[in-house]
T-cell receptor
Framework: AQTVTQSQPEMSVQEAETVTLSCTYD???????LFWYKQPPSRQMILVIR??????QNATENRFSVNFQKAAKSFSLKISDSQLGDTAMYFC???????????FGTGTSLTVIP | GAGVSQSPSNKVTEKGKDVELRCDPI?????LYWYRQSLGQGLEFLIY????????KSGLPSDRFSAERTGGSVSTLTIQRTQQEDSAVYLC????????????FGPGTRLTVL
């Protein structure tokens, strides 16, 4: 079975600073996909960034980037130049290439302090 | 186009009553998921529909929970004889074919069982 672990229930960062959210996962699969989702107070989950396990290059989307360490089964999210609108719950998720089910971590609540 | 919609956005019910939660996925999306999100928790998988295939019901917590998807589009999650521990936000997501494709989430239904 796949598991996803987010060990930081809460984090805070000063506006304009950089913050890194941690995520580790456990799987015996070799091909899979990893996602970071953001859930602001409005409850609307939106995709932040996606990584394909067979790609060695770390994904980047504007201020958001990941540090994907396949051997260590680690998938951290770095947010640069933090903005007040980044305040939200962040969920790490996993799906194998052969599966149907997404596995989510328990989330990290991020607060950006003005 | 329109995103995933869910109704109602909030539902308050008395213990023992039945409730129905509705999800309208994005048109053309073949996969539909239901999740439960309890306060301070991650997303708990409930059920997955893919096209005309038999649904994956492995996440349903008890036989009080059921779901159907009519015509490969709208889905209804039914909870019979609600209990206080059923109080949570119920999220629906849909996605198009391909494992790598992201899920698009609805805004959720907040269920409160008194």
């Amino acid at each position: 079975a796949q598991t996803v672990t987010q060990s930081q229930p809460e984090m805070s960062v000063q506006e304009a600073e950089t913050v890194t959210l941690s995520c580790t996962y456990d799987t015996s699969e070799n091909n899979y996909y990893l996602f970071w989702y953001k859930q602001p107070p409005s409850r609307q989950m939106i995709l932040v960034i996606r990584q394909e396990a067979y790609k060695q290059q770390n994904a980047t989307e504007n201020r958001f980037s990941v540090n994907f360490q396949k051997a260590a089964k680690s998938f951290s999210l770095k947010i640069s130049d933090s903005q007040l609108g980044d305040t939200a719950m962040y969920f790490c998720a996993f799906i194998s290439n052969t599966g149907n089910q997404f596995y989510f971590g328990t989330g990290t609540s991020l607060t950006v302090i003005p | 186009g329109a995103g995933v919609s869910q109704s109602p956005s909030n539902k308050v019910t008395e213990k023992g009553k039945d409730v129905e939660l509705r999800c309208d996925p994005i048109s053309g999306h073949t996969a539909l998921y239901w999740y439960r999100q309890s306060l301070g928790q991650g997303l708990e998988f409930l059920i997955y529909f893919q096209g005309n295939s038999a649904p994956d019901k492995s996440g349903l917590p008890s036989d009080r929970f059921s779901a159907e998807r009519t015509g490969g589009s709208v889905s209804t999650l039914t909870i019979q004889r609600t209990q206080q521990e059923d109080s949570a936000v119920y999220l629906c997501a849909s996605k198009s074919g391909g494992v790598r494709n992201e899920q698009f989430f609805g805004p959720g239904t907040r269920l409160t069982v008194l």
